[in-house]
């Protein structure tokens, strides 16, 4: 009965949570953005093992700007402050609903208040080197985590990596938002269709604005700074 009032809870606050995410669609690239981001998802972009129900879905876009820009923002501080804008942008996207909790360790994302914590983060990993960026968020446990996938057998991570150009005006980044091995609990309990029309459509719907909103440029200061000191890229890889 518990289990069944907990998936019940879960479906309701998806629901909920459409409603805010609805205004997502209505993002557009604006003139005057210092950089373009363009949606380039690959073709085998989600998927489920058909052995253990665990889910991998990687949404991505080049961010086309300055070359100049690129090289200022091509640090270790700067991969930490875009893992800090996509916080940002669930948080702002939401309006507020779904917010971050940060601690040594971990990081909560949390509806409204601590106690209902849907994803719980091992702190993040960060890998980066001239050519190649990662951080990575290793899934612990949550309200939206099924019991077979806790424990940080999946993860979150946005890997970014320079791209070919054929602009030599304009440089490419690209950008990766990857969910892998990640076993919903909606998915699990209530069935996949549930979880595809609801929670991982929410989740392709967020991670398209959110890529598409790098185009401004705004990088958000970190919580933490734990990357303040790094200035070499080498020390990362």
């Not at 518990?2 to 995410?21: E, Q």
């Not at 019991?147 to 057998?153: F, I, K, M, T, V």
């Not at 598409?212 to 990357?227: F, N, P, T, Y």
């Amino acid at each position: 009965m518990a289990r069944s009032r907990t998936l019940a809870a879960i479906a309701a606050v998806l629901a909920l949570l459409a409603l805010p995410l609805a205004l997502v669609r209505r993002l557009r690239r604006r003139s005057g953005h210092p950089a373009v981001a363009v949606i380039a998802d690959p073709h085998d972009g989600s998927a489920v093992d058909p052995d253990t129900g665990a889910v991998r879905s990687v949404q991505a876009a080049d961010l086309f700007m300055p070359p100049d820009a690129l090289e200022r923002i091509w640090t270790p501080l700067h991969l930490e402050r875009l893992a800090r804008t996509y916080w940002r942008f669930l948080t702002r996207v939401t309006l507020g609903l779904i917010r971050v909790h940060y601690t040594e360790r971990e990081r909560f994302v949390v509806l409204l208040f601590r106690p209902l914590k849907l994803l719980t983060f091992q702190a993040p990993e960060y890998e980066m080197d001239a050519e190649h960026g990662i951080v990575r968020w290793r899934i612990e446990r949550g309200l939206l985590v099924a019991r077979a996938g806790r424990g940080g057998l999946g993860y979150l991570q946005i890997d970014v990596r320079r791209g070919p150009s054929d602009d030599p005006t304009r440089a490419c980044l690209h950008i990766e938002v990857e969910v892998s091995n990640f076993y919903p609990a909606i998915a699990f309990g209530l069935g996949r269709w549930l979880y595809n029309e609801t929670q991982s459509r929410i989740h392709v719907i967020v991670t398209h604005g959110f890529l598409r909103s790098l185009a401004r440029l705004d990088l958000a200061e970190s919580r933490v700074g734990r990357m303040s000191s790094i200035r070499e890229t080498s020390r990362l890889s």
